[in-house]
């Protein structure tokens, strides 16, 4: 078949714009690519239907899609609608609540194959009918069909709607599980948690999907076990929990240690301990779920009687007496047995040591031999555990049952043991395996069955699928009168010595023939060697098994002396005193065989799963290590055919490999032809027909049905998946960039739509606001005018605010305009009438605020060197014309540094500390030629020096005062007391730095008011009763000169201050 791919659009107008450039021949080897790439996919993952296998009939095909899947750990397989499952023997992280939600109202086939797929469909389907299910559950010990069930009974508890009823029943129904394995599962040596017992749950659900009820089934409990395990193997999970996890009264109150060891029932394996199962955290659980469960504490307490009870039976020994009969000493565990059974000692010991016969019209006791007496003991410990089991499924039904007698729905599980060949085979792989040989004839009819009504309600001609009936060997075990277990139950009633060896040999007698039977003694000379004397072989039609005829007869009889269920209806145990009831039939006639009693439940179960719609799920183990990984072939090839899986196979390949309704087709290859892309306007059907013939079937490779289309080769499907494959690429793209644009055209058409709108919304807001913006300025234009009118009245109602806002605005034109500095005393904007005494308090306010930052601004240097200021501002201002002019040259500490002084000088006077120095002129006094000199102050006189020499000392206690002029002049005159002739008279000096020298010299000398500011003349003396003058006067230019008077004249030049002097 050839596959014509296109690229989506409706005509040629409409491709792919993407491709618009794209030369013919990239396009094919890019489709070429993807296509590989797909198929190289497949290649390593498998194909996840064995359907579309090609080689659907070669054992080998199926074997190594399983490894494929395997080693990528995909473990789910489908054939059709059934489900293969490969244990991982590792956690793979797929059964959580998200894979749970994923697989919830998804199509089947959708989704990569999983449990939870099939449990969905199944329910849906249970919905959609509303007829009843079944899954079956099937595979060998160890191939995970119990952990089938858990994850199938938990998607149900999540799936389901949920109420607090509902929820209680969901709870009741998880937690029978815990229960059922504590007393049904064992560890084998295949399995750590092996089921043996067969079991079919039925869940109920109502009309809205909801559960709300259950029923268990159990079938062929292998009580053996209680009383002998095979090496590496143990009994009931139960037995060890409660010696392992067992609270220490209980213990106690049964009689037991926390010891296996001390119980022979629990060694015969020498296993009792086992890495994988926790047996203390296990009994938590099963405590838990009877609390649940609703069981009664009395209930509890006599369960854990009969255990404990079963424990102490498998330590009684016998001893023989003088005659070879079995005795009991009065042991610890007769005691026990009577305490925990509610039973008298002595009636305990007769009933083990003793068999009651009927001779005539009298009851004889016939004591056991040994032998007998362990023969008894152990059917005893077989059956109390047996029926205790029974009563337990019994109880677990009374808690799930629906109290509803409405109609509901029902989907069962079944999960029941897997074909089972040992090295040994007894009597329980027979009924295993023949219980397996029904239900695969059941499952063999059920799928030819749907197969068939399938083709016929689609209108396809149904063609007959050759298959391998094991009907014949169905036939050979069960037929009335000559089949197996009628041979065997005919040996077991007939009396004289009945013993295994001549049941093998009525066997032989009678299927002598058989083309699936044979004996050592029927066989050739080449297959005797690998049977034994003992030994049948059944051709069954998983293959070959052979079974030892050691303990058929005595297993098929199980029996229980009548006597000894006398003693048991003694007991005041309430569960024991249930499971062996005083009404119980006591006839002579003997009881079913267990080989019919099982037959004829199948034949039960056979009837149920015929009234249901089947599902399956056959699990398989990879290995018989339990190794993660580990594929071995040849046990999953053994596994691969006693399953059933290529006869199933080849049913539902028969004809058609793959078949689906047209709406589900059509929806998912539209997109690979012009005329179905993207809408189909027609029916489902006519578009499925256009389709195909677009691309290219064939007609014998396709059959149209009245609402399905039949494909006959999976490469026909493959071809038309990888068509889909490229295209889906170039869809994307399409429908990416479609969305895009209608997602970027919905963005602007909402936001222009929205900035429309604001806008609106923006003008509006303006435009009121205007007008409320105008009113207002309105009436306060209007009051403003009239409060103006009104300003120089007093304060009235209309003025008030133009006052206010007149004080407003002088005050915050007064703020930004503030004086900078304490001596501005101009920029104190005027006031306006009605603020003019508020004026004058802030500006006092203001300017004492600028007063307190300024002085709490300065430095301790400045505020030293403004306390000389001041000082000198005292003495000065207003009367030295030339002072504005020194205000703000600062002073300095000295003016000529210690190292200027002369050696010898600063010798001389160091002692008194020097203060002050600053360079001068000094006048003669007699000729008044200027003569520069050194001013120094020390701390008690002032000396005037002349390089080494000090040329004069004045004391500052002689020391009258000191005469300047009010000119600009920067003369001094310093008045010195002369009381000797001989002292030198005043000093008339020149200094620069006339302001500084004086506050210094007002400071050192203690002495702030003997400078006197002379106008004119000053009068000094030369010498004592000698008097001279220094005239003063303003010229144009400085000038200092004798007069011709004999004065001093000094003449400054005037200054802009002399007007202030003056005023």
């Known amino acids: 078949m050839q596959i014509t791919t296109r690229k989506t659009g409706h005509s040629g107008t409409g491709r792919m714009k993407t491709l618009k450039h794209v030369s013919l021949e990239e396009r094919c080897n ?86 939870y797929a099939l449990a969905d469909n199944v329910y849906r389907t ?44 969901r709870d009741r129904l998880l937690l029978s599980n815990p229960v059922l394995e504590a007393f ?50 143990r009994s009931f999970h139960i037995f060890y929990q409660l010696v392992e996890g067992g609270e220490e009264d209980l213990l106690r109150w049964l009689g037991l240690e926390r010891n296996c060891q001390r119980y022979s029932y629990l060694v015969q394996g020498e296993c009792a301990k086992v890495s994988s199962v926790n047996d203390k955290s296990d009994w938590k659980t099963v405590r838990k779920a009877l609390s649940v469960i609703e069981f009664s504490e009395s209930n509890i307490e006599s369960l854990f009687a009969i255990i404990a009870s079963v424990l102490h039976l498998g330590n009684v020994t016998f001893v023989a007496d003088s005659q070879g ?51 008894a003991k152990d059917a005893l410990a077989k059956a109390i555990y047996g029926r205790t089991f029974t009563w337990l499924v019994n109880e677990l ?150 079974y030892s005829v050691v303990g058929f007869l005595d297993k098929n009889n199980d029996l229980l002396y009548r006597n000894i269920k006398e003693v048991m209806r003694q007991s005041k145990n309430a569960i024991v005193k249930h499971c062996f009831p005083s009404t119980e039939p006591d006839s002579k006639k003997r009881p079913e065989t267990v080989a019919t009693q099982f037959k004829s439940s199948l034949v ?50 028969a004809g058609f490999a793959y078949r689906r309704r047209y709406e589900i087709f059509l929806q998912r290859y539209k997109p690979l032809c012009p005329d179905t892309w993207p809408n189909w306007k027609g029916t489902a059907a006519e578009g499925v027909e256009c389709l195909v013939k677009h691309l290219g079937y064939k007609p014998d490779e396709y059959k149209m049905g009245r609402t399905k289309i039949f494909i006959r080769h999976p490469r026909t499907l493959f071809a038309t998946e990888d068509a889909f494959e490229v295209c889906k690429h170039e869809l994307a793209t399409r429908i990416q960039a479609k ?78 305009n503030l004086p900078k500095t304490v001596v501005d005393k101009n920029t104190w904007l005027t006031p306006p009438p009605i603020m003019q005494e508020a004026s004058q308090m802030l500006r006092k306010l203001y300017t004492r605020h600028m007063v307190r930052r300024y002085v709490q601004g300065i430095m301790t240097e400045r505020k030293a060197q403004l306390q000389l200021k001041g000082l000198t501002s ?69 000396y005037l020096v002349e390089e080494a020499k000090i040329k004069q000392r004045v004391e500052f206690n002689n020391l009258k005062g000191v005469s300047v002029s009010t000119l600009s002049d920067n003369f001094l005159i310093l008045h010195v007391q002369c009381e000797d002739i001989k002292q030198k008279g005043d000093l008339v000096l020149q200094c620069d730095y006339l302001f500084e020298a004086l506050t210094k010299l007002c400071l050192v000398a203690n002495k702030h008011n003997f400078i006197k500011v002379v106008q004119g003349s000053v009068k000094f003396d030369i010498q004592p009763g000698r008097e001279g003058f220094v005239d003063f006067k303003s010229g144009q230019e400085t000038m200092i000169y004798r007069a011709k008077n004999g004065h001093l004249m000094v003449e400054s030049t005037r200054t802009k201050s002399r007007a202030m002097i003056q005023n």
């Open 874 to 942: 005292s003495i000065f201002k207003g009367t030295k014309e030339n002072y504005p002019h020194s205000v703000g040259i600062p002073f300095v500490d000295t003016r000529i540094s210690e190292e200027d002084i002369h050696i010898k000088v600063y010798q001389m006077i160091r002692q008194e500390r020097i203060k002050y120095s600053v360079p001068v002129v000094k006048y003669d006094r007699n000729g008044f030629r200027p003569r520069f000199r050194q001013l120094i102050y020390t701390g008690s006189a002032a």
């Open 739 to 816: 969305y895009k644009g209608y997602r970027v055209k919905g963005d602007y058409m909402r936001q222009r739509q929205a900035a429309t709108k604001i806008e609106t919304c923006w003008r509006g807001m303006k435009a009121r606001r205007e007008r409320e913006k105008r009113a207002w300025a309105v009436k306060v234009i209007k009051r403003f005018i009239k409060g103006f009118m009104t300003r120089n009245q007093p304060a009235c109602v209309d003025n008030t605010e133009y006052l206010a806002f007149v004080r407003q605005n002088y005050l915050t034109r007064l703020k930004e």
């Open 604 to 653: 039960g179960l056979t009837e149920v799963l015929m009234s249901k719609e089947p599902w399956y799920v056959r699990c398989m183990k990879p290995n018989e290590g339990k190794q993660p990984g580990l594929f071995d072939d040849v046990l999953v090839r053994h596994q691969v055919k006693y399953l059933g899986l290529m006869e199933h196979l080849r049913v539902r390949r």
């Open 30 to 115: 890019r489709i070429l690519r993807d296509m590989e790439g797909s198929l190289t996919a497949r290649d390593r993952v498998g194909i996840q239907d064995f359907v579309l296998l090609d080689a659907y009939t070669s054992e080998s095909a199926v074997l190594d899609n399983l490894r494929k899947r395997f080693n990528e750990n995909l473990i789910y397989t489908y054939i059709g609608t059934l489900l293969v499952s490969v244990n991982p023997y590792k956690e793979l992280g797929i059964y959580t609540k998200k894979q749970m939600d994923i697989y919830m109202g998804v199509n089947f086939f959708e989704l990569p194959p999983h449990i």
């Open 397 to 546: 039904n009374e808690s799930l049952a629906n109290k509803d007698s409405s109609r509901k729905t029902v989907i069962g599980l079944l999960d029941i043991y897997g074909f089972e060949v040992f090295s040994v085979n007894s009597f329980e792989q027979f009924c295993i395996n023949y219980c397996n040989e029904k239900l695969q004839q059941l499952f063999i009819q059920l799928t030819l069955k749907s197969e068939q009504e399938e083709y016929e309600m689609e209108g396809i001609e149904w063609e007959s699928v050759p298959y391998f009936n094991n009907k014949i060997i169905c036939d050979l075990v069960e037929e009335k009168f000559k089949g197996i277990i009628s041979v065997l139950d005919e040996e077991c009633l007939r009396p004289g010595e009945a013993t295994d060896m001549t049941f093998l040999e009525k066997l032989e007698e009678k299927m002598g023939g058989h083309a699936h039977f044979i004996t050592h003694k029927l066989a050739d000379q080449k297959t005797r060697k690998t049977l034994e004397r003992g030994d049948f072989r059944l051709l069954h039609y998983a293959g070959e098994v052979t």
């Open 325 to 375: 009969y079995a005795t009991l000493n009065n042991s610890p565990e007769i005691h026990w047995l009577s305490k925990l059974l509610g039973i008298p000692a002595q009636v305990i010991q007769v009933g083990l040591t003793h068999r009651k016969i009927e001779a005539r019209s009298e009851e004889v006791l016939s004591p056991f031999t040994v032998d007998q007496a362990v023969y």
């Open 184 to 233: 049904g599962n064992a560890k084998t040596l295949k399995n750590d948690n092996s089921s043996r017992f067969g079991k079919y749950m039925d869940i109920q659900f109502d009309h809205m999907g909801g559960a709300v009820g259950g029923h268990i089934l159990s079938y062929l409990l292998e009580k053996s076990r209680v009383v002998h395990q095979n090496h590496g193997e």
């Open 126 to 169: 249970m919905l959609t009918e509303t007829n009843n299910h079944f899954i079956l559950i099937s595979g060998e010990s160890g191939a995970g069909k119990t952990e089938a069930s858990k994850k199938i009974l938990q998607f149900y508890a999540v799936s389901c709607p949920s109420t607090k009823l509902l929820d209680n029943v």
